[in-house]
């Protein structure tokens, strides 16, 4: 007998399962999909020179100021890697909060990939501030300890907390008197916009930051993230043209990845998607705090809910509904809201802890 071989693709996952683990658990907004067809046929020339990523210039100086560029790469880790190492030297450091996704979430990337010394601050919020800056901002000329050249911050932060634009123009100012750049972590810039209620220049650009990452995944993108120099004056094109190849960066057919980006800065795709994750994190936590026995113990700032729960209720509850266990002491655990998480979704989950909680 002959054996048969089919292509075609089978749906392996129900579409309609929810999680509260991760915004990145979610699948692509239906319009970004759209895009991706309306950028394919036919052949564009590769590694960026497409017609779809010379347009994404406009695009992003609409939001950024005429003098920002716009680099898209594939993920957060080799945005953030690819960005520090552009504004630093081989013996330069970067001063960070100590919950800092480029510090315990990206598997010693910038250290063992980008060649950067790391300077965590301990922080009560997962915001620095001038003074925690000045902590570590010393030892200039010493050639005998790594050279701190770069501050990089995290809007939102990995506690879920926002800078408003007065703390972030202060940590600037603070900084560039150090003699130090500002990179921004953006993988929820959209999630601190929706939050702030003001356009994204007016704490990033507006308030002097050098260089940042956009994300793209978290908010409804297949892929991509963009690296975005908002200071031409203290990084060169140049240096991110090559550095972005070197860290293996560079996507060949990068239209589909400008095209993303596109269709979600162009309109308000962007800010519709972030205000409602935010909105559903905010319904949840209104829902769990009438709950006894569950606490939320950090501020809902965007779309992420931080809480206390009994750790034999947490067990029990993530055999029904994916979600992350934040600190194993504390029994802190981490609930995230994405762009399709519905209503429906917040209340059957927040019904699923109350019945945890009552059998516990």
């Known amino acids: 007998m002959t054996e048969q071989h089919t292509t075609d693709a089978v749906r392996r996952h129900d579409p309609d399962?929810?999680?509260?683990?991760?915004?990145?658990?979610?699948?692509?907004?239906?319009?970004?999909?759209?895009a991706?067809?309306?950028?394919?046929g036919g052949h564009q020339i590769a590694y960026g020179e497409d017609e779809y990523t010379a347009h994404l210039q406009q695009v992003f100086?609409?939001?950024?100021?005429?003098?920002?560029?716009?680099?898209p790469v594939f993920n957060g880790t080799g945005a953030n890697v690819t960005a520090l190492q552009a504004v630093t030297n081989r013996w330069g450091a970067?001063?960070?909060?100590a919950t800092a996704h480029i510090n315990v979430d990206e598997g010693g990337a910038p250290e063992r990939v980008g060649g950067l010394k790391l300077l965590p601050v301990a922080t009560p919020d997962g915001k620095l501030t001038p003074e925690l800056i000045d902590t570590e901002a010393w030892g200039f000329d010493d050639e005998h300890r790594a050279q701190p050249q770069v501050v990089s911050i995290a809007q939102t932060t990995e506690l879920g907390t926002c800078y408003t634009p007065q703390e972030l123009r202060a940590i600037v100012e603070r900084a560039h008197e150090r003699g130090m750049l500002v990179q921004l972590d953006g993988a929820r810039l959209a999630n601190a916009a929706a939050t702030l209620g003001v356009p994204l220049a007016e704490f990033t650009s507006d308030v002097g930051v050098d260089i940042l990452t956009f994300g793209g995944t978290k908010n409804g993108l297949v892929f991509g993230e963009c690296v975005v120099v908002l200071n031409p004056d203290r990084v060169p094109t140049t240096t991110m043209k090559y550095l972005r190849k070197l860290s293996m960066q560079l996507a060949s057919k990068m239209r589909f990845v400008s095209v993303q980006f596109e269709a979600l800065l162009a309109g308000d795709l962007w800010l519709r998607s972030a205000r409602h994750a935010n909105a559903m994190a905010t319904r949840l936590a209104a829902a769990v705090s009438g709950i006894d026995g569950v606490t939320v113990v950090r501020p809902v700032q965007a779309n992420a809910v931080f809480a206390t729960l009994p750790r034999e209720v947490t067990e029990r509850l993530q055999k029904r509904y994916r979600f992350y266990t934040w600190n194993q002491e504390t029994g802190e655990v981490r609930w995230m809201c994405a762009f399709d998480t519905t209503e429906a979704d917040v209340d059957a989950f927040a019904a699923a802890i109350a019945e945890e909680m009552a059998a516990a």
Do not use: K
């Not at 100086?61 to 680099?71: C, K, N, Q, S």
């Not at 970067?94 to 909060?97: E, H, K, N, T």
């Open 17 to 34: 399962a929810r999680g509260f683990a991760s915004d990145n658990y979610a699948g692509a907004h239906p319009e970004v999909l759209a």
């Open 36 to 40: 991706l067809a309306l950028a394919n």
């Open 61 to 71: 100086r609409r939001h950024f100021g005429p003098r920002a560029e716009a680099f």
């Open 94 to 97: 970067v001063i960070c909060a």
